[in-house]
């Protein structure tokens, strides 16, 4: 592990130990409970929270419709909000180009589960809206509410993003996807006092010099990119820790 691998290079009297805990389509919802539930018995010194541009979307959608929530707005459980048949093939007919041409574009598909959705806290939707003022509004009390459990527990935060490669240069002709999302975390960890560390400058400098670091016509990191976002946030983080 890299930042593993760097930690334990930068300081030879101390041995330090990165367990990685993620896991793919959690959100601050998931993260929350399974802390509370099971990695608070790990007694970590310190949680790194990586958030993800689709967290608004499955905080909202993929998850609170299947939540319990306690009287203080508190989780207590959560599962996969659950879809219809019906909404499940209108996913199909918005997707695919041909069950258009035959069943006609679906109605009332905004909450369905496609890529257009997932995204359109960044892109489509207006930060000034009351959506995404209500979705992205409800994933920050989240990670407030993350923050303090880690801190309650005796452990110290630190909040991390990257960026999709749309937030830097966008596929065809579309336009550059906003960052008033990573403004808000970063506005969050300002007021808790949480460092916080965005890999959008790092990353965009090696983008402009022609580093491959996605996938081909997609947002994700390839393994180029997965390495060099790994080893800017150890940078920063070995380098944070020599400030201390």
């Given at each position: 592990?890299?930042l593993e691998?760097?930690?334990?290079?930068?300081?030879?009297?101390?041995?330090?130990?990165v367990?990685?805990?993620?896991?793919?389509?959690?959100?601050?919802?998931?993260?929350?409970?399974?802390?509370?539930h099971?990695l608070?018995r790990l007694?970590?010194?310190?949680?790194?929270?990586n958030?993800?541009?689709?967290?608004?979307?499955?905080?909202n959608?993929?998850?609170?419709?299947?939540a319990?929530?306690a009287?203080?707005?508190?989780p207590?459980?959560?599962?996969p909000?659950?879809?219809?048949?019906?909404e499940?093939?209108?996913?199909?007919?918005?997707r695919?180009?041909?069950?258009?041409?035959?069943?006609?574009?679906?109605r009332?598909?905004?909450?369905?589960?496609?890529?257009?959705?997932?995204f359109?806290?960044?892109?489509?939707?207006?930060?000034?809206?009351a959506?995404w003022?209500q979705?992205?509004?409800?994933?920050?009390d989240l990670?407030?509410?993350?923050v303090?459990n880690?801190?309650t527990?005796g452990?110290?935060v630190?909040?991390?993003?990257?960026?999709?490669r749309?937030?830097?240069?966008?596929l065809g002709s579309g336009p550059?996807?906003?960052?008033a999302?990573?403004?808000?975390?970063?506005?969050?960890?300002?007021?808790?006092?949480?460092?916080?560390y965005?890999?959008?400058?790092?990353?965009r400098?090696?983008?402009?010099?022609g580093?491959?670091?996605y996938?081909?016509?997609d947002?994700?990191?390839?393994p180029?990119?997965?390495?060099?976002?790994?080893?800017a946030f150890a940078?920063?983080y070995?380098?944070?820790l020599?400030t201390e």
């Open positions: 592990m890299v691998t760097q930690l334990n290079a930068s300081n030879r009297s101390t041995q330090y130990q367990i990685n805990c993620g896991t793919s389509s959690y959100s601050p919802l998931l993260h929350l409970l399974r802390y509370k099971q608070h007694r970590p010194d310190e949680v790194i929270v958030i993800d541009l689709t967290d608004i979307y499955d905080d959608v993929r998850y609170r419709a299947g319990v929530f009287e203080d707005g508190e207590l459980s959560a599962g909000a659950r879809f219809s048949t019906k499940l093939m209108d996913a199909l007919r918005f695919f180009y041909t069950a258009r041409l035959f069943f006609g574009r679906p009332g598909h905004e909450l369905l589960p496609t890529e257009e959705n997932v359109a806290y960044h892109d489509e939707l207006s930060p000034d809206s959506r003022q979705h992205v509004g409800f994933t920050i990670l407030r509410r993350l303090d880690i801190r527990s452990a110290r630190t909040l991390t993003m990257y960026p999709y749309e937030q830097i240069r966008p550059v996807w906003n960052r999302f990573e403004a808000r975390v970063a506005a969050l960890a300002g007021d808790l006092d949480v460092p916080f965005s890999a959008y400058d790092d990353i400098a090696l983008l402009m010099q580093a491959r670091l996938w081909t016509n947002s994700h990191f390839n180029d990119g997965q390495r060099a976002w790994s080893e940078r920063y070995v380098a944070r020599g």
